[in-house]
């Protein structure tokens, strides 16, 4: 089953264009699998977009979290 989880360690964010920021998913899941095709627990972006991660549990239960990040 997927579920909706708080995955990401930070609410949504804006940058300042050419600009970067870090995404950071809490520790703890297996595998994590980014909307950018990223595995790692944390991602860096330049882009503004909305963002997801999912995870796979130790339960084998996938779950699922977004985040939007924004220009200023």
Do not use: H
């Not at 300042?16 to 870090?22: I, L, R």
């Amino acid at each position: 089953t997927t579920g909706i989880a708080n995955i990401i360690s930070a609410n949504d964010t804006s940058i300042c264009g050419g600009n970067s920021t870090t995404i950071n998913a809490f520790p703890g899941f297996v595998n994590y699998i980014w909307s950018t095709g990223e595995t790692t627990q944390n991602i860096t972006v330049n882009t503004s977009g909305t963002y997801y991660v999912q995870a796979l549990d130790i339960y084998g239960c996938q779950n699922r979290d977004t985040i939007s990040v924004g220009l200023y």
